[in-house]
């Protein structure tokens, strides 16, 4: 037990007493947390927009109005026919278009069935929906009023909402799922390959295996100062997610806990797995990168849907941890869905990680042999 | 009293013989040469004495314990030092001695009085709280060698400890290995250098898995009517070549 205790501390010591690791566990997770997590929740001034508006009548002007005075609008044209449309948004000059049902007066008093379209520049994402968002916000305050002034029975205004180029966006708090996907398995998975590899490289590795050390304690001492940094990094997502981006934690922290620790083990032991295969720190990092945080990054869901992928990419997808990790997250934090909505996740990556950690311990022992 | 015997002793990795049936016996306190050729056998016989690799037949025994069952029980009597240099070197001097003695089981209570001991020895009472990567390759090695030896082991093994160092300082460095020999630790360490043959008590020559010659220096010169281990250890490989 002192041996685990004493080669765990230096495992710290290596840590510690390097400036860039620090800065990688510690201070990588916090910028890209902001980074991604201000895409989101920036105020945005004066986006331009347009508007079509075949019904130009008492209704849709005072809306117009009512948008365009308000601090994040300025009307940049009036389209004449439904053509212009898709050549506006080409030439890039506005981020989001109105369109008005015709006959919108008539329809919102007598029938309640006056329509708006919220046309939106999908390849932004983000801005996309903040725009949307405060658009409709602005119609809601727009109706709240008449309502009032007039005094008479409640009508609606149905606002829609259509996303050019990018369909299926999820909503605007699919980042931090993602990002703290993305944390942990850079965390867990590059730095402990990395931290073995660099044990081989440097001839380390040969005198600690000839030590009465067993093999399977000095993987988890390895392990360990990772999986403490890697705790450390989730709660610090946490904290800035609901404190500064607003992101609140709809569902059960302690499922939302259970959920990461099971994707830290799938992390940890994919880590391992690499360093197995791989001999020098540069080929651990170059590994990790092309095969961890890329398919993190491009095929989890994070930055694209997979729906729209093609039916190769979708199948690659459900092979990244991260997919799983970020789709149960969702459904716990976001949308506060219960266990049973993320059994699939939790079997999925519980296999994962079985099958990870048995592969990696023989590949470990039999290159003793 | 014999600390290493062999008997037969063959590790073959699929249809290609690696270690072929040698058979050698090491007494305590001796200090003794493994010399060869790259590729000549060396690292694996070695591997399969530190409990590292299984022998594919024969027998081996190491301080008293079996090298096929009871590799665990060697690995607490053995020291080791490899060709790279194998402290950390991001640690200080005495934490590195702290963590192996941690590792090979030294009571906490014996630690730090053994550490102060060994670095007054050493003449490095300075360097203590030291960042070992700022020593120089000399010291680092001494250091290492110290490492290897700080819980007393039975035996130490040296791979080709002193890769890399001018001849004075091998000088320096076995010096420290006639201490520990001195006191009773047996030394097996293989060597490209042919002056630090000379060195050795006895020493054995593999050619192609096989041990082709064990006797002392002296004895091996006679043999081959040579002035220089150079020269016995050039007609062994010149008789692998023939072969071939």
Same mark, same amino acid.
């Given at each position: 037990?002192?041996?685990?205790?004493?080669?765990?501390?230096?495992?710290?010591?290596?840590?510690?007493?390097?400036?860039?690791?620090?800065?990688?566990?510690?201070?990588?997770?916090?910028?890209?947390?902001?980074?991604?997590?201000?895409?989101?929740?920036?105020?945005?001034?004066?986006?331009?927009?347009?508007?079509?508006?075949?019904?130009?009548?008492?209704?849709?002007?005072?809306?117009?109005?009512?948008?365009?005075?308000?601090?994040?609008?300025?009307?940049?044209?009036?389209?004449?026919?439904?053509?212009?449309?898709?050549?506006?948004?080409?030439?890039?000059?506005?981020?989001?278009?109105?369109?008005?049902?015709?006959?919108?007066? #008539?329809? $919102?008093?007598?029938?309640?069935?006056?329509?708006?379209?919220?046309?939106?520049?999908?390849?932004?994402?983000?801005?996309?929906?903040?725009?949307?968002?405060?658009?409709?916000?602005?119609?809601?305050?727009?109706?709240?009023? #008449?309502?009032? @002034?007039?005094?008479?029975?409640?009508?609606?205004?149905?606002? #829609?909402?259509?996303?050019?180029?990018?369909?299926?966006?999820?909503?605007?708090?699919?980042?931090?799922?993602?990002?703290?996907?993305?944390?942990?398995?850079?965390?867990?998975?590059?730095?402990?390959?990395?931290?073995?590899?660099?044990?081989?490289?440097?001839?380390t590795m040969e005198v600690?295996?000839?030590?009465?050390?067993?093999?399977?304690?000095?993987?988890?001492?390895?392990? *360990?100062?990772?999986?403490?940094?890697? *705790?450390i990094n989730y709660l610090?997502?946490?904290?800035?997610?609901?404190?500064?981006?607003?992101?609140?934690?709809?569902?059960?922290?302690?499922?939302?806990? $259970?959920?990461?620790?099971?994707? *830290?083990?799938?992390?940890?032991?994919?880590?391992?797995?690499?360093?197995?295969?791989?001999?020098?720190?540069? @080929?651990?990092?170059?590994?990790?990168? $092309?095969?961890?945080?890329?398919?993190?990054?491009?095929?989890?869901?994070?930055?694209?849907?997979?729906?729209?992928?093609?039916?190769?990419?979708?199948?690659?997808?459900?092979?990244?941890?991260?997919?799983?990790?970020?789709?149960?997250?969702?459904?716990?934090?976001? $949308?506060?869905?219960?266990?049973?909505?993320?059994?699939?996740?939790?079997?999925?990556?519980?296999a994962m990680a079985v099958?990870?950690?048995?592969?990696?311990?023989?590949?470990?022992?039999?290159?003793? #042999? | 009293?014999?600390?290493?015997?062999?008997?037969?002793?063959?590790?073959?990795?699929?249809?290609?013989?690696?270690?072929?049936?040698?058979?050698?016996?090491?007494?305590?306190?001796?200090?003794?040469?493994?010399?060869?050729?790259?590729?000549?056998?060396?690292?694996?016989?070695?591997?399969?004495?530190?409990?590292?690799?299984?022998?594919?037949?024969?027998?081996?025994?190491?301080?008293?314990?079996?090298?096929?069952?009871?590799?665990?029980?060697?690995?607490?009597?053995?020291?080791?030092?490899?060709?790279?240099?194998?402290?950390?070197?991001?640690?200080?001097?005495?934490?590195?001695?702290?963590?192996?003695?941690?590792?090979?089981?030294?009571?906490?209570?014996?630690?730090?009085?053994?550490?102060?001991?060994?670095?007054?020895?050493?003449? !490095?009472?300075?360097?203590?709280?030291?960042?070992?990567?700022?020593?120089?390759?000399?010291?680092?090695?001494? &250091?290492? !060698?110290?490492?290897?030896?700080? +819980?007393?082991?039975?035996?130490?093994? &040296?791979?080709?400890?002193?890769?890399?160092?001018?001849?004075?300082?091998?000088?320096?460095?076995?010096?420290?290995?006639?201490?520990?020999?001195?006191?009773?630790?047996?030394?097996?360490?293989?060597? +490209?250098?042919?002056?630090?043959?000379?060195?050795?008590?006895?020493?054995?020559?593999?050619?192609?898995?096989?041990?082709?010659?064990?006797?002392?220096?002296?004895?091996?010169?006679?043999?081959?009517?040579?002035?220089?281990?150079?020269?016995?250890?050039?007609?062994?490989?010149?008789?692998?070549?023939?072969?071939?």
């Open positions: 037990m002192r041996k685990f205790l004493v080669f765990t501390q230096k495992e710290f010591y290596h840590i510690f007493r390097d400036h860039w690791t620090m800065i990688i566990l510690l201070v990588l997770p916090i910028l890209m947390i902001l980074f991604f997590g201000f895409g989101i929740t920036t105020e945005i001034n004066n986006a331009r927009f347009a508007v079509y508006d075949p019904s130009n009548d008492m209704a849709t002007q005072k809306i117009i109005d009512k948008i365009q005075t308000s601090e994040y609008f300025t009307l940049e044209a009036y389209l004449n026919n439904p053509a212009e449309i898709e050549t506006i948004f080409q030439k890039g000059e506005i981020s989001m278009l109105m369109v008005f049902s015709e006959g919108f007066y #008539e329809n $919102m008093v007598h029938t309640g069935d006056a329509q708006i379209l919220f046309i939106a520049d999908g390849t932004d994402p983000n801005t996309a929906s903040t725009l949307v968002s405060y658009a409709s916000r602005l119609i809601a305050a727009f109706q709240q009023e #008449e309502m009032g @002034a007039a005094g008479t029975p409640p009508y609606q205004i149905h606002t #829609e909402v259509r996303l050019l180029y990018n369909p299926t966006l999820k909503g605007a708090y699919s980042t931090v799922p993602g990002v703290m996907g993305l944390i942990l398995m850079l965390i867990c998975a590059m730095m402990t390959a990395v931290s073995i590899a660099k044990e081989k490289e440097l001839g600690i295996l000839v030590s009465p050390m067993p093999p399977l304690m000095i993987i988890i001492s390895k392990m *360990i100062p990772y999986f403490v940094v890697s *705790i610090t997502i946490l904290v800035l997610a609901v404190y500064v981006l607003d992101v609140p934690i709809v569902g059960s922290f302690f499922l939302l806990t $259970m959920l990461s620790l099971l994707f *830290i083990f799938v992390s940890l032991a994919l880590g391992l797995l690499i360093s197995s295969l791989l001999e020098t720190q540069i @080929a651990a990092l170059l590994g990790s990168v $092309m095969g961890l945080m890329l398919p993190t990054v491009l095929l989890s869901g994070l930055m694209f849907p997979i729906e729209n992928m093609p039916i190769f990419l979708q199948v690659l997808a459900q092979m990244v941890p991260a997919t799983w990790f970020i789709s149960a997250v969702k459904s716990v934090m976001i $949308m506060g869905l219960g266990v049973k909505s993320i059994l699939t996740e939790l079997a999925v990556l519980g099958v990870l950690i048995a592969v990696s311990l023989k590949k470990f022992k039999t290159r003793l #042999e | 009293m014999k600390v290493i015997e062999t008997r037969d002793l063959t590790k073959r990795f699929g249809s290609f013989t690696a270690v072929d049936a040698i058979s050698f016996e090491v007494g305590q306190g001796e200090i003794f040469g493994f010399l060869g050729a790259n590729g000549a056998g060396k690292t694996t016989a070695m591997r399969m004495l530190c409990g590292l690799s299984k022998p594919t037949s024969g027998y081996g025994q190491v301080a008293g314990f079996d090298v096929t069952k009871n590799p665990e029980k060697i690995k607490k009597s053995i020291g080791y030092m490899s060709q790279k240099f194998s402290l950390y070197e991001d640690l200080k001097v005495w934490e590195n001695l702290r963590l192996f003695g941690g590792i090979y089981g030294v009571p906490e209570k014996e630690i730090n009085p053994r550490i102060d001991q060994l670095l007054e020895t050493l003449g !490095f009472e300075s360097e203590k709280n030291t960042m070992v990567k700022e020593l120089p390759l000399g010291w680092k090695q001494k &250091l290492s !060698f110290s490492t290897a030896i700080f +819980h007393e082991p039975k035996i130490v093994f &040296l791979d080709e400890p002193t890769g890399g160092v001018d001849p004075a300082a091998r000088r320096q460095f076995w010096e420290l290995i006639y201490d520990a020999a001195d006191r009773g630790i047996t030394v097996f360490v293989t060597t +490209h250098y042919m002056d630090e043959a000379e060195y050795c008590d006895r020493v054995s020559i593999m050619v192609d898995g096989r041990i082709d010659a064990l006797d002392s220096p002296g004895n091996l010169k006679k043999y081959f009517k040579v002035e220089s281990m150079d020269e016995v250890f050039f007609q062994l490989a010149r008789g692998a070549k023939a072969k071939e």
